[in-house]
């Protein structure tokens, strides 16, 4: 599902979900995604589209990334551990810095992808980014998660899609390194994730109401990039 309004002329992104679900769980699962589109906190869309699409290809079984919690009481301490924890995997300040300009610039659907030296952004579509897709978590996984999580937050659900994308995006080669930023005016709490540390949520990344978020993925170079995007995009994986 992919919510969105028109301001100024220019498609804004409001909500995403998705998952790989059996056919008789389709009709229940899209009724979630309609609700979840139409009471976001950032607002209600002028479209809402859904894509079903049958899964052909061999499905991939991939590993959950661990999960930890930084509590941070300023989003200016919650960016120095994130920056610390980026230039300890060899990430460069400048694209560092580049990495913080995607969270606080224009809404994108999808990731931007950072050479993790030089700091330049290498996707084709700086607009629309590289959407993490056809993934979904294990449902014996997602209890454990849940059971991990249970008083550490209040939309547990969130946590589950993240480390989803996150161990999926983990598991490239090509990665260093993750981060993400909520753009829910109401969640404060974002993540950096890598093979090296796992998934590290942050507590107030940001502000309560902030207008701010994004993702980025820092990624060593050279590589076969339209190969990672087909990955991240086209294969279907389900996170145990």
């Known amino acids: 599902m992919r919510a969105s309004r028109v301001e100024h ?38 479209k809402i589209f859904f894509t079903l699409e049958k899964i052909k290809e061999q499905i991939q079984f991939i590993k959950a990334l661990p999960i930890k919690t930084v509590f941070c009481e300023t989003p200016e301490k919650a960016k120095e551990i994130i920056n610390e924890h980026l230039t300890k995997l060899g990430i460069s300040e400048k ?8 969270i606080k610039g224009q809404k994108m659907r999808g990731a931007a992808l950072i050479d ?20 979904h978590m294990d449902k014996k996984r997602k209890i454990q998660v849940l059971r991990k ?8 659900q969130r946590v589950i899609e993240a480390v989803t994308v ?4 983990a598991s490239c080669s090509e990665v260093v390194a993750e981060i993400c930023v909520s753009d829910n005016l109401n969640y404060t709490t974002g993540y950096i994730a890598s093979k090296e540390f796992g998934y590290l949520r942050i507590t107030n990344i940001k502000k309560h109401g902030e207008a701010i978020g ?3 993925f820092f990624v060593k170079t050279p590589l076969k990039i339209d190969k990672l995007i087909k990955f991240l995009e086209k294969t279907p994986v389900i996170v145990i």
């Open 149 to 156: 999580i249970k008083n550490l937050t209040s939309e547990p």
């Open 116 to 135: 993790c030296l030089t700091g330049v952004r290498i996707e084709p579509n700086k607009e629309r980014g590289v959407r993490v897709s056809r993934i």
């Open 95 to 102: 694209a560092i810095t580049t990495g913080w300009n995607v």
């Open 9 to 46: 002329d220019k498609e804004i992104h409001i909500s995403g979900a998705e998952g790989i679900y059996k056919f008789d769980e389709l009709e229940r699962f899209l009724k979630k995604f309609f609700k979840r589109a139409t009471e976001h906190p950032n607002g209600f869309p002028d």
């Open 166 to 169: 996150a161990s999926k995006v």
């Open 214 to 216: 994004g993702r980025a």
